[in-house]
């Protein structure tokens, strides 16, 4: 069967407030729903109430595509693995950050401070390790989970294994590579600055109309100076 030409909608889910405020993005396609990334593990409840909202359900949410191994955007993937039995995309880049909770795996290394400090703030509990299980990189085709002609494109630097997903209409969804906290812009936190600048380069050459930032509100790529 075809899968029917409808235009993919997008309905952010804004998770948590102030500093730790993060979002997921529900997709909806003509075969039902992909969300991008999870949240924090500490945000389930609400994000399961506005999954409910919108009419996912299990059966309905065909991929959980996760942009980047950090702990606020991988928190309930494994939950909702289980709730809604539905596959977890990532690139195998970042896998260690999910199923070790490792979120030094594939990372220049940080300081002595930044490694004993931050697992301790925002440790992934064992029981919320996972290991996707499909693996996406800039040959992966979406057409299955209702995302015809949508592209992922690796975009290194907050991460090794960071992804976005370019939607055929322009509509980008880029992790933490741009943030929209106040002005839209690199995201604060870089790993490897000069590979993330070649990224949001590359991002300029492409038809990029909405971005939607892991954090922040969503913005016009013509807005980033
Ligand atoms: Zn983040």
Request: glycine fraction near 12%.
């Amino acid at each position: 069967m075809e899968t029917p030409l409808v235009p993919a909608t997008v309905t952010r889910m804004m998770l948590g407030s102030g500093m730790f405020s993060v979002n997921a993005y529900l997709i909806r396609t003509g075969l039902g729903f992909v969300l991008v990334d999870t949240g924090t593990r500490g945000q389930q409840a609400t994000l399961e109430k506005r999954l409910a909202e919108e009419g996912c359900t299990p059966g309905s949410l065909r991929l959980i595509l996760i942009t980047h191994g950090d702990v606020d955007h991988i928190g309930n993937a494994a939950y909702l693995r289980r709730m809604f039995e539905a596959p977890i995309a990532m690139n195998e880049r970042d896998v260690r950050m999910a199923s070790d909770g490792d979120m030094f795996a594939g990372r220049q290394s940080p300081g002595w401070v930044a490694r004993i400090l931050l697992p301790l703030i925002a440790r992934l509990p064992e029981k919320n390790h996972f290991e996707p299980d499909v693996p996406v990189d800039e040959a992966s085709d979406l057409s299955e989970y209702g995302l015809p002609g949508a592209r992922i494109l690796s975009l290194g630097g907050h991460s090794a294994g960071s992804i976005a997903l370019l939607l055929d209409d322009g509509s980008l969804f880029c992790g933490d590579v741009l943030e929209n906290r106040k002005v839209p812009k690199l995201g604060s936190i870089m790993d490897d600055v000069v590979t993330a600048q070649a990224s949001v380069d590359r991002l300029k050459t492409l038809n990029v109309g909405t971005v939607y930032p892991g954090h922040g509100k969503p913005f016009e790529m013509a807005e980033l100076g």
